[in-house]
């Protein structure tokens, strides 16, 4: 579902008035959408060894056009804040199209760099999609305490990293060998995937194996990883009640001018 931007809210009296409704509306806004997608699609198949030369080279043409588009979308964005186009930048989505958008010319010259800004541009689309910026919101909301969890997860997996490295070291120096390959260890068995295979691994060599493994899944991958993702959660219920608020009050102020 793609934004909706209500016509019924005013501009600012410095903005360019028709200019704002034209690269706001809802029409430019799915030709810039399906530009996007059909620039995916181009990029996917321009991965494909065996295609065909000319294909190749319409699908190359393609992206730089689509490149040229997105540039004058973005000029004609920034226009549209007339006297004040600074006011532009103060929206994270917009700094992150000028960055996209504006390096990709810059590095047209440097191949794996103009690639990966060519990946970068189909993030894009999720400035179209609602659910997504109720999301990247409530990520931003959640990083003051996701921080404080993160230097308590670090020093959990410190120290189990340490624990490993004492008990499994010298019998399994590639998993525990020292504490490189040790944090690498308990990365992986936060998948739960190798968990058997470690454990049955440790226990032929000490039976502390037993409580270090099921601890070690209890405290970190239980618990700790359970709080993170209620952590973000919250944020995103915060997020979505602050949308239906400013839903609600855009729908009040409508009424009132009726």
């Given at each position: 579902m793609l934004r909706n931007q209500k016509e019924n809210l005013e501009i600012p009296g410095y903005r360019i008035r028709w200019l704002t409704k034209v690269v706001y509306s809802?029409?430019?806004?799915?030709?810039?959408?399906?530009?996007?997608?059909?620039?995916?699609?181009?990029?996917?198949?321009?991965?494909m060894k065996n295609i065909d030369s000319e294909v190749r080279e319409s699908l190359e043409t393609f992206d730089r056009i689509a490149l040229w588009i997105f540039i004058g979308e973005l000029i004609a964005r920034i226009i549209s804040y007339g006297s004040k186009p600074w006011m532009f930048f103060k929206t994270g989505w917009n700094v992150f199209d000028f960055v996209i958008i504006g390096l990709s010319p810059l590095?047209?010259?440097?191949?794996?760099?103009?690639?990966?800004?060519?990946?970068?541009?189909?993030?894009?689309?999720?400035?179209f999609l609602p659910e997504v910026r109720i999301l990247t919101r409530s990520i931003a909301r959640s990083l003051?305490?996701?921080?404080?969890?993160s230097v308590l997860i670090f020093l959990a997996l410190f120290m189990y990293g340490m624990a490993g490295v004492y008990l499994f070291g010298k019998d399994m120096p590639e998993q525990w060998g020292d504490i490189t390959s040790?944090?690498?260890?308990?990365?992986?068995?936060?998948?739960?995937?190798?968990?058997?295979?470690?454990l049955m691994d440790g226990l032929s060599y000490t039976p502390l194996a037993l409580p270090f493994y099921i601890s070690y899944v209890f405290i970190i991958v239980f618990t700790i990883l359970n709080v993170l993702?209620?952590?973000?959660?919250?944020?995103?219920?915060?997020?979505?009640?602050?949308?239906?608020?400013?839903?609600?009050?855009?729908?009040?102020k409508k009424i009132a001018k009726d």
């Open positions: 809802q029409a430019f806004e799915l030709f810039i959408a399906a530009i996007i997608m059909l620039n995916a699609i181009a990029l996917a198949l321009l991965t590095f047209a010259s440097q191949t794996l760099i103009l690639r990966l800004l060519r990946i970068f541009r189909l993030i894009r689309i999720f400035r003051p305490p996701l921080m404080s969890m040790a944090l690498t260890s308990l990365f992986i068995l936060l998948t739960l995937e190798e968990f058997a295979n470690y993702i209620g952590v973000v959660l919250n944020a995103m219920d915060e997020a979505r009640e602050e949308n239906r608020a400013l839903k609600a009050e855009d729908s009040s």
